[in-house]
Structure formats: C-alpha cells, structure tokens
C-alpha cells in the first residue's frame, strides 16, 4: 500500500491550497483517513480526517478554514486549506485506517498506513 499527498507549495498569508492524498492498490473511500502536519521541533498533529462513512472531523485549529474531501471515483482525498496562516506552515501527511470501525481520529497511532509528506509554508 503506498499513499501520496501532493499539493503542497509556498503561498502568502490568506491564500488557499489543495492537499490531494492519493493510492496505488488501496481505496481511500473504504477506509478512514487522515491529515496530519508536523512543523519543526514540534509534535506530529492532527488536522482532520474523513472517516469510510463520510464523517469528517477538524482540530479546533482548523475548524472553518479546512475542508476535507474525496473523490471516491478518482480515488482522491483532498483538504482544501482555505485563509492559511504562518502557523500552518508544516509538512502535511495523509495516512489510512485500514481496520475500521471507531477510531481517535486525531491519533496517529490508528493509522497503519502513511504517505510521504508534502511542505506548505506560508508567508506573513
């Protein structure tokens, strides 16, 4: 199982991005997944996640500016960052729940399954 998240770049305070976590061999739609980010000399944390029934979930951080999505037909999860601060400058990583059923979102340790990262930094 190999995940993806691309999307990433340089953009100025207020700007938007849109992280796509994509799999070979591995359908996103079927399983949990979720966002993290890790900035440097900082824990890795929780952003969202979308749960294989569709529920989404959002650090109180996040709430209002992030959305997260999929495309069960392209198998795409995306999380569209809307308003984006210097703080969210991070390196973000998608990861899958492949056991299912109730999970801590917010958890890294529930995810068995992680992406290489892709680096957003955003200016002031």
Same mark, same amino acid.
């Given at each position: ?10 953009? @100025? ?25 890790? /900035? ?12 294989? /029934? ?25 999380? @569209? ?13 998608? /990861? ?19 992406? @290489? ?8």
């Amino acid at each position: 199982v190999q995940l993806q998240a691309s999307g990433g770049g340089l953009v @100025q305070t207020g700007d938007s991005l849109r992280l796509s976590c994509t799999s070979s061999g591995f359908t996103l739609g079927s399983h949990h997944i979720g966002w993290f980010r890790q /900035a440097p000399g900082k824990e890795r944390e929780g952003v969202s996640s979308i749960s294989d /029934a569709g529920r989404t979930y959002y650090a109180e951080s996040v709430k209002g500016r992030f959305t997260v999505s999929r495309d069960t037909s392209k198998n795409v999860v995306y999380l @569209q960052m809307n308003s984006l601060k210097p703080e969210d400058t991070a390196v973000y990583y998608c /990861a899958a729940n492949s056991a299912g059923g109730p999970y801590l979102w917010g958890l890294f340790a529930e995810y068995d399954y992680w992406g @290489q990262g892709t680096q957003v930094t955003v200016s002031s």
